[in-house]
T-cell receptor, first 113, second 113 residues
Framework: GQQLNQSPQSMFIQEGEDVSMNCTSS?????WLWYKQDPGEGPVLLIA?????ELTSNGRLTAQFGITRKDSFLNISASIPSDVGIYFC?????????????FGSGTQLTVLP | KAGVTQTPRYLIKTRGQQVTLSCSPI?????VSWYQQTPGQGLQFLFE???????NKGNFPGRFSGRQFSNSRSEMNVSTLELGDSALYLC????????????FGQGTRLTVV
């Protein structure tokens, strides 16, 4: 089945630093999604990517859809304490829609003051 | 507009018992997907319901089942609970079409002792 390799598994950074994380797969996808999960909450969609090579921003967050369609990257600039949480990449499953998502293993982000 | 509501938020059950979790989707959404989140396996798709019918199913044993009512509310049931069923159970709602955004509830934290 589909498998997404997400790295790094965890990150400890100083407030104000930039963060990068990525997901790779051996399969090709037409959509890449990035979610954030705060402690005690469900995942919330941050950015959706629909086209190979696409670069999309949402505030301090920027995500890229890899040109090979097998990977995606998420960058967070000038991190702040509320960036703490788990970040997941995800792709639609066999339905091709959000009804069935496959998630990466997550990147646990800790921002130190 | 109310979000996705899951009840209860926390549950403690004993091995061998059964449990029922509830999910009320966003008003107007007809698709409800269920996911299991554990530290070891991450977020895994259980099944999806649309118009009271199970439309997609993940790779979980038959002890995991669900149903959907005419008002789109969904329940999932786990019978003969095992210690390994301890997890955060999340539901996600979407319109049920080809869109790629799903909205997650806060989840139900199930602990099996």
């Amino acid at each position: 089945g589909q498998q997404l390799n997400q790295s790094p598994q965890s990150m400890f950074i100083q407030e104000g630093e930039d963060v990068s994380m990525n997901c790779t797969s051996s399969s090709i996808f037409n959509t890449w999604l990035w979610y954030k999960q705060d402690p005690g909450e469900g995942p919330v969609l941050l950015i959706a990517l629909y086209k190979a090579g696409e670069l999309t921003s949402n505030g301090r967050l920027t995500a890229q859809f890899g040109i090979t369609r097998k990977d995606s990257f998420l960058n967070i600039s000038a991190s702040i304490p509320s960036d703490v949480g788990i970040y997941f990449c995800a792709v639609p499953g066999k339905t091709g829609s959000a009804r069935q998502l496959t998630f990466g293993s997550g990147t646990q982000l800790t921002v130190l003051p | 507009k109310a979000g996705v509501t899951q009840t209860p938020r926390y549950l403690i059950k004993t091995r061998g018992q059964q449990v029922t979790l509830s999910c009320s989707p966003i008003s107007g959404h007809r698709s409800v997907s269920w996911y299991q989140q554990t530290p070891g396996q991450g977020l895994q798709f259980l099944f999806e319901y649309f118009s009271e019918t199970q439309r997609n199913k993940g790779n979980f044993p038959g002890r995991f089942s669900g149903r959907q009512f005419s008002n789109s509310r969904s329940e999932m049931n786990v019978s003969t609970l095992e210690l390994g069923d301890s997890a955060l159970y999340l539901c996600a709602s979407s319109t049920g079409g080809g869109e790629t955004e799903a909205f997650f509830g806060q989840g139900t934290r199930l602990t099996v002792v």
